[in-house]
Every structure is written in C-alpha cells, then in structure tokens.
C-alpha cells in the first residue's frame, strides 16, 4: 500500500507554472525580477528623478519648469561650490591618507600576540559602531571655544596662553572635521587590514627574516604587496563614503564658518533643503557624480590589475 | 662549512616545558636528523637554531660564535619549510634571488647563481613561473633553491616532504641525498618519519617530550635501541614487545611469559643477570622472527596463533598471538597460511631487546 502511495507521488506532473521554470530563461527571469525592481525602484528610478530635477527650475511650492543646464551654469560661477568641490577632494584625499597609515599600524600591532588581544580588537571598533551623530556631537563639545577639553587640557600644561577657536577659524575648523573623520574611519581600516594581514601566512616573515630581509624590507617586499588587493578594497569603500560625507560637517560646523567647510553633500542640502532652491541642490549632488565615477573606474581598474598580478 | 652545537637547550612556552636540556654536536657536512612523533619538540629546536624561536635557556654555538641573541637574518643559514613558504606574488626567478638581493649582491652574480641552482634542481624551465601555477613537488624544488643559491653555513629543513605524495616523496627524497652529497653543507632535518631519518641521517636524533632520546648513526639505532620509545620507533613495522619476567634455571637465563620461553643468548644473559626474577620488556623486530624448522634450537622457538594475514607480495606480515602479547612476523611470501591456524616461530636469539619494565632502558 505504501509503495503505491509514494508510486504515485512521485509520477504527479508539476503544475503547468512550475513546469516552466525548468526552462532556464523563465528561471533566470523569476530569480532576477526581485532584485532588478528593488534596485530599480530604489536606486534607478531617485537617480533619473534627480537628474531631471536638476535639470528644472523647481523650488519648495514651485514644480517649476525644464531649464536645460542653467543650474548647472550657475554652480560653475558659485565660488562656494567650487570652495566645497575643493573642501572635499582635500577632506577625502588628507583623511584617507591619515585612516590608511594609523588603520595599517594598528592592524600590525594587532596581528602580534599579546594578552587581552580580543577585547583590544573589540575595543578598537567602538569608534566605528557608535551612531555617528552621536560621537560627534561629543567631539563637537570638545572644540567648543569655551567648554573645550583640549583647550582646557593644552591651557593647564602650559601649550597656548589663549583658547583656540578650533570650529570658528576656516582652517582649524577643517582639521578639526577631519581628526573626527579620521578618528571614525581608522577602526573599519584597522580591522579590514587585520583579516587581511591574518590570511598572510606567517612562514613567509620568518622566511624574508631568514633570506635577510630586515623588518622594513620584510614589510615592503612582503606583507604590503600581499596586504595590497584588500588594502585597495578598502580604500574604495572609504574613498566614497568620505567623499559622499554628510553627518560630520553638518553636525560640526554645518558647513560654516562663512561657508568654508562644505562639503559635496552638505552644500547641496543647504541649498536645496534650507534654502528651498530643489533643482539647484540636485545640481550640486549631481555635480560629485562625475568626480566620485572616474575615482571609482579607476580604483577599480587598479584593483583588477592587483588581483591578476 | 660550519659546525653548530648545542648546550643545555631549553625551551619554555607559557607553562610548557617543550624542549628539555638538548645536547648536540653537529660535525661539519654532517645531515642530522631529528626524528620524533609530534609535539615531540623537533621543529621547536630546529626553529631556535633557526633563531625563529628564542631560546630560554641553554646555548647554541654555529662554529664559534654563540648566536642566541643574533637575529635570523645574520646567521647565515636557509630554511627549507614544511609549506614551502614561496612568495606569492613572485616569480621563481625572483624567490630564488630575493635572499640575495637583501644581502646586495651583484645583479650578473644573482644571475649565475640562479641558473646554477635551477640546473641543479632542473627547474630552469619555471623560472617566470608564479608559485600558484607549479605543482607540489615543483614548489619543493624552488624551496631547495632559494635555500642553495644563497650559498649558506647550514641548511635547515622542517618536514620539507610531508606534503608531497608518497612516490614523490621518495623521489625527492633521493633527490635531497644526492643533493647533501654534491653540496656537502651541514644540514639539520626534522621529519617524525622514521624512514626518511634513516635513509637521510648521517646520524639520526631520537626525541620524545622534549628530550633526547638517543643519538646515533641509523643502524645504531636499529641495532641497539637505548630504551623500549626509540626500539619501537625506529623501524618498520614496528618491534614486538612482551611483558617478561627474567629467570634462571640450571645456570641459564631465560625471559619467560605465559606459553613464552625464550633463553637467552650468552651476551644478553649476562647483562639480564643483575635483573634475575624482575620484571622486563622483551623486544624482537618482526624481520628477526620466521617459521620455525629442525634448525632451530627448541629454547628460542614459540607457538603462535595467527590471526591477520597480510600479503605484501615481497612479504607476509603475520600478526600473531603469542601468549599474552600480540607478535607481527615477517615470513616468507610463499607460505600458505590462514587466520585462526597455529604456527611453530622461531627467532634469531642474538637479535633479541631486553628493557627494564619501570625505566625502560635497555638492559
């Protein structure tokens, strides 16, 4: 009896709808679909709305009209966008510089054996996991010109005899945004570069220290061009975060003072949000695409050429 | 050239002791070998000479100078490691020559020493080779000849064979003789295979939980084992053991078990004297067993159980009961025998192992 029920299971023809998806391009089509409306929906459809908007005359109450590349002609003689352009190649390029050294050397010292390894390794994310706001108000606390720890701190072991104005002076204002920064990013780097140095495998050092290599040679010649493919990975996600950075300067500075420490994405909100002027933010927004695009084809093509090597 | 020597070796990991007061002369051109199961404490010492590991106590001396404090870079020897440890993001060419380009040598002399040595080890075809398209026993050569072109006092070899298959591994192990007799630098190898220790060796080093076990040329170590680890370790299969109590009756010595008796030879008897009623390990090496025949004298012969019967064509391995203690015998391949079938040996009594039962030092 047994047998004849799981005969009889077995021989049943699949439903006419499940019958097709043996069919590979039905199948490909079925397992793509979720995947290309969500992207579609959610990157796609916001990316071509921008463009157009940028390419309108709308405000806040105002739909406004098709005006070509008008928004974009004004930016070309807005010295505060070209002073934010500039802001955010310097901000990217000095903050990645600083997260890639101190993320590398933690990551060596790290990969040591030492009591207490796991907890300092925990320990060394805290920066990376606490809501970015919120780590940064508490920093911004600390460049306040009147309650500042470090003026406090530099005033009391005798370093300056007047307080600094960290977030009011345009230059201090934008080293201060990028220790943060730096201060924020260095944990991801620290931590992407520890896996990366735990798959190198330690008999090559002991090999390069018997060939002769000393500790410097022994990190140039081997674990760097070894570290090299994930080192550029990581660049690149820190490359474009930073580079698409918000939170900090808003919070900081909020692009100030007089305008000198805006960024790309601060910019444009504070023109398209606070000012209300829509399809000129759009403008400024749209503006990092070609920067952020030939930065990535680039480091791309660079990390390609890494893992081929 | 060099000799290295070593005195009073200690090393302590954190609460472990893993090598124990090692002693060690190495002659100049001598292939040492250290041999031992693991955690043994082979690799440890091989990688204090090396200077990879520091040495807690004790000393080590390449010819006269005590290098414990020098770093690996200045003692002037190469490493041949169990995972080859080639660089992967360069060529052969470039493994071979990067110990000598650290050591800023003449481009036109890296040249030539790579060539010699990659006809030596005939890998001059894979030089523009990357490691990760060469196959195991290619990886192994390169290894070798990043260690020969630097020309160095001392060879080192941690367990170079044990990843390649077992008929390469045979290969390459004729390939390392013949490579050691055409150099002739001093080598020290560690392997925990006995039979690349013996057939490699000059001398052989037998280790057990950190310590020395005994030090000898191979067949030294085949003929008179100095306690019961290194009589079992040394030689394949291994010796037979059986709990013995030491008698005498009529003026004659005999090591006697339940259904064993066995008299012992002259020499043996008069060392087993001294130990007359106590309690010992008898040790006799399959090859020393065969079946018994009118020849042999009755005092050294014994019935045996058989219960496995290995067939290895240029032999029979027969595991056999004999009394209490379980006996392997290597006879002749043309005998016809069967499991569960009683069998009269006899054994060669000057080739017979007393130990003592608590210290297990040969008697």
């Known amino acids: ?84 352009v500039w802001n955010t190649f310097w901000y990217t390029g000095v903050t990645t510089v600083f997260k890639l050294g101190l993320g590398l050397w933690l990551a060596m010292l790290l990969n040591r054996h030492f009591r207490g390894k796991a907890l300092v390794r925990a320990f060394i994310l805290l920066p990376f996991i606490i809501p970015t706001v919120l780590s940064t108000f508490a920093w ?56 990366g140095l735990q798959t190198i495998s330690p008999e090559l050092n002991e090999a ?6 000393r500790p410097w040679a022994r ?27 918000f939170q900090l300067v808003y919070v900081m500075t909020g692009g100030g ?53 | 050239m060099a000799e290295v020597t070593l005195r009073k070796l200690n090393k302590r990991f954190d609460g472990f002791h893993a090598v124990k007061d090692v002693d060690l002369d190495i002659r100049d051109r001598e292939f040492v070998v250290l041999v031992g199961p693991s955690g043994c404490g082979k690799t440890t010492t091989l990688r204090m000479i090396a200077g990879l590991e520091a040495v807690s106590d004790g000393e080590i001396r390449i010819d006269d100078s005590v290098v414990n404090e020098v770093p690996p870079m200045d003692r002037d020897i190469a490493m041949v490691f169990q995972n080859y440890a080639l660089y992967p993001h360069m060529s052969v060419a470039a493994n071979m020559a990067f110990g000598l380009k650290m050591r800023k040598f003449e481009r036109s ?104 076990q005994q030090v000898g040329e191979p067949l030294t170590l085949y003929n008179n084992p100095a306690n019961r680890f290194v009589a079992g370790f040394i030689g394949s299969p291994a010796m037979n053991f059986a709990d013995v109590t030491l008698r005498e009756s009529n003026g004659r010595m005999a090591a006697e078990a339940d259904g064993l008796r066995i008299e012992l030879p002259p020499e043996l ?23 018994a025949t009118a020849g042999d004298a009755p005092e050294h012969c014994f019935d045996a159980g058989i219960e496995v019967v290995e067939q290895l064509g240029s032999e029979i391995l027969l595991d056999t009961r004999v009394g209490p203690a379980l006996f392997v015998a290597s006879i002749e391949p043309t005998l016809q025998v069967r499991p569960h079938d009683k069998l009269r040996l006899a054994l060669r009594p000057e080739r017979l192992h007393l130990f003592d039962a608590q210290s297990e030092q040969a008697i």
């Open chain 1, 208 to 213: 390069a220290a018997i060939d002769g290599a």
């Open chain 2, 269 to 291: 008897a008069a060392r087993a004297r001294a130990h007359t009623g106590a309690k010992a390990i008898l040790g006799i090496r399959p090859e020393n067993i065969h079946v």
């Open chain 2, 109 to 212: 002399e890296i040249d030539q020493r790579i060539r010699r040595a990659a006809g030596i080890l005939g890998i001059e075809s894979l030089l523009d080779r990357k490691p990760r398209q060469l196959s195991g026993g290619q990886r192994q050569r390169v290894a070798l000849g990043r260690a020969i072109v630097r020309d160095p006092k001392v060879f080192l070899f941690d367990e170079p064979l044990s990843n390649l298959d077992a008929k390469l591994r045979v290969q390459m192990r004729v390939e390392l003789k013949k490579l050691h007799e055409r150099l002739a630098v001093t080598s020290v190898y560690v392997t925990h295979d006995q039979v690349e220790a013996m057939t490699l060796g000059d001398r052989v080093v037998v280790m057990k939980d950190g310590v020395v």
């Open chain 1, 1 to 84: 009896m047994t047998v004849t029920a799981l005969g009889t299971a077995r021989v049943r023809r699949p439903s006419v709808r499940l019958r097709r998806l043996e069919d590979e391009r039905w199948l490909a089509l079925a397992l793509l679909s979720p995947t290309a409306v969500l992207l579609g929906l959610f990157i796609a459809y916001p990316f071509a709305e921008g463009v157009l908007l940028s390419l309108s005359s709308a405000k806040v109450g105002d739909p406004g009209v098709f005006v070509g590349l008008k928004n974009f002609a004004k930016l070309a003689d807005d010295n505060i966008f070209w002073t934010a």
């Open chain 1, 140 to 195: 911004k606390w600390m460049f306040d010109p009147t309650f500042s720890v470090i003026n406090w701190s530099l005033f009391h072991l005798g370093f300056i005899k007047a307080r600094i104005n960290w977030l009011g002076d345009p230059t201090l204002a934008m080293t201060s945004i990028m220790i943060v920064n730096i201060w924020r990013g260095v944990p991801f780097f620290a931590i992407s570069l520890l896996a």
């Open chain 1, 257 to 309: 003072p007089a305008n000198a420490t805006h960024l790309f994405a601060t910019y444009a909100y504070q023109i398209g949000i606070v000012s209300g002027l829509l399809s000129e933010g759009a403008a400024v927004s749209l503006a990092m695409f070609p920067f952020l695009f030939i930065i990535v084809v680039v480091q791309l093509l660079y990390i390609r050429r890494v893992e081929t090597r």
């Open chain 1, 219 to 245: 990190f140039w010649y081997v674990t760097w061009p070894l570290l090299l493919p994930v080192t550029m990975v990581v660049m690149l996600f820190s490359v474009i975060q930073t580079f698409a950075d």
